[in-house]
């Protein structure tokens, strides 16, 4: 009797305080606190040495369980994360500077961040980690993006040590301090003399290659190994060529190196777990109670899936999904919700969580994080452009496909390519009542086609475009088509239906 009358009671409470947050008619904003870290798969286990932040973020809040990007690799899907947009629409191609990555196309969208509008809003602003691949490269960080206060960019790609962080324009070069150790006893720094409101984001280099740990975390996952799932190191069959290109499968000598960098990805993975731990105890000391904690990675990985070796930039279920916990004041604890979410969610969800107005060229929809089972429905947009250029091949490997612009070969890898120029597609991945499935079309010189089922083939092992009738691969084109240049509320159809 007493969950009968309380349920109702408690929709309106939750209700009411939604609309007070998203109406802006508290004046007592809420602070955000972004986690953003670099390659973190959810298909893998990449969620499970995170104790803390299961727990504690986790148990007090939401874990959305259907989370993707709008496409699968650091550069694109920071610029998506940061503006809200499409990749077509921020431009943000590939981790290069002539692919967009921190170009001049850039320096014109950096204006209109989440960062810029919470700022422009009275919130002091903190960044500190991996921003985009090439930042500060010319300047070696002398440039303070806008939008924020107090800045600690790091300059170019995640690493762990040796790297040249701009603390607020001055760069600042250190040899042994572990870059998350850092990140964490500067926000922790920054919170506790902070006034409200504020926004922050904490890009820690984890667990991206070298997949460095902290000392202290050296072997602590000694025994364990790459999951030996259905597909581990098994030949992909009827997918596109860069994934059928020898040696498939890897041979046996290989495997050592792929349970190394999986292992040494969660060891890397405990110091950012160390580091969300403190940032919380920290809000709690300084009872900053009203405050969204949101988690989350750039991209998602794999180690080993047909016979790969490790790494992002693939259409399938590892690269494409990320983890996403969100906790806050109006947020329900302990709920998993199954709404397909994007990366580019996130920035008009700060705005309408701060009250600000959610500008209508944003591409994302608004999360709802009071509703445990909202529409379930949504058609979603993955861009990936290959990388790969002339001379990219290591000399020690055999391949000579110039003209292919293959990329990432090394001896390390026994000469397994993970990236060439012609890999390059688009993919829909729809989640509905009527369907679980992906579309994608490769731009290489086939027009190489893959639909899976996820329903059916959560692995995608089959490729199902020969099963298909010509009149629904028309209509998946078309509908990817019209996606490929929408803009804006257009690029939210719930859930196109053939
Ligand atoms: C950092 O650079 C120093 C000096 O070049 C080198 O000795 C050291 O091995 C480097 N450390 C790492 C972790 O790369
Ligand atoms: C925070 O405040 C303390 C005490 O007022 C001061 O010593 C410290 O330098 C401040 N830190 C920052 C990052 O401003
Ligand atoms: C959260 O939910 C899980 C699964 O329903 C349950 O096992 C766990 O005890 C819950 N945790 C808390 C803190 O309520
Ligand atoms: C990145 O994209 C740009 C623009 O499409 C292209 O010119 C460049 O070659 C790409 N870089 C690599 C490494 O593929």
């Known amino acids: 009797m007493l969950s009968l009358s309380s349920t109702p009671k408690m929709l309106i409470l939750n209700s009411l305080l939604f609309f007070l947050l998203a109406g802006g008619i508290l004046c007592d904003k809420p602070n955000f606190v972004i986690i953003l870290t670099d390659d973190q798969d959810v298909t893998m286990g990449g969620m499970t040495p995170m104790k803390h932040v299961r727990r504690l973020i986790g148990e007090e809040g939401m874990t959305f369980a259907n989370t993707f990007v709008s496409s699968p690799i650091c550069c694109p899907s920071r610029a998506s994360i940061l503006t809200g947009l499409h990749v077509h629409n921020h431009g943000t191609r590939n981790n290069t500077l002539r692919g967009g990555c921190y170009g001049p196309q850039w320096k014109k969208l950096e204006t209109n961040t989440f960062a810029t509008a919470l700022q422009g809003a009275g919130y002091r602003t903190f960044y500190a980690g991996k921003y985009l691949n090439e930042y500060g490269k010319k300047d070696r960080g002398a440039t303070v993006p806008p ?24 760069p600042t070069y250190s040899e042994d301090l572990y870059l998350t150790d850092i990140i964490r006893d500067m926000s922790v720094n920054f919170i506790e003399n902070q006034t409200e409101p504020f ?32 597909i581990f190191n098994v030949a992909a069959k009827d997918k596109h060529w860069l994934m059928t290109m020898p040696p498939s499968p890897l041979p046996e000598s290989m495997l050592p190196e792929l349970d190394r960098a999986y292992r040494s990805r969660w060891e890397a993975l405990l110091a950012v777990d160390e580091m969300v731990a403190d940032v919380i105890a920290t809000l709690n000391k300084g009872e900053k109670d009203n405050t969204y904690v949101i988690y989350t990675s750039d991209n998602g990985y794999h180690v080993g899936q047909f ?132 579309y994608c079309e490769f731009r290489d010189t086939k027009d190489f086609i893959e639909i899976y089922d996820l329903d059916a083939d959560p692995y995608e092992v089959s490729n199902l475009k020969n099963e298909t009738m010509g009149a629904f691969i028309a209509w998946y084109h078309h509908v990817l088509n019209i996606m490929l240049s929408c803009e804006g509320c257009d690029c939210d159809p719930t859930f196109v239906d053939r």
């Open 199 to 230: 926004l922050m984001v904490l890009a820690p280099p984890a667990p991206h290659q070298p997949f460095t740990p902290a000392p202290r975390h050296r072997d602590a996952f000694r025994d364990i190994t790459a999951p030996r799932t259905p």
């Open 307 to 438: 016979s790969q070796v490790y790494d992002k930039r693939q259409p399938y279920e590892s690269d494409i999904r990320v983890p996403l916990l969100i906790k806050g004041p109006a947020i329900k604890p302990n709920v998993t919700s199954l709404q397909p979410v994007m990366n580019i969610d996130l920035a008009p969800t700060i705005l309408q969580l701060a009250g600000l107005e959610v500008p209508e060229t944003m591409d994302g929809r608004v999360i709802d994080v009071i509703d445990e089972n909202p529409v379930k429905e949504r058609t979603m947009l993955v861009e990936y452009f290959g990388q790969g250029q002339d001379g990219a091949v290591d000399s020690k490997c055999p391949w000579k496909y110039d003209s292919e612009y293959l990329d990432e070969c090394r001896p390390l890898y026994n000469c397994k390519c993970q990236d060439s120029r012609n890999n390059t597609y688009a993919c829909l991945r729809r989640i509905g009542k009527q369907g679980n499935d992906k």
């Open 147 to 170: 939008g924020w206060t107090e800045w600690h960019g790091l300059v170019g790609n995640s690493v762990y040590y040796n790297y040249t962080l701009s603390n607020n324009g001055v």
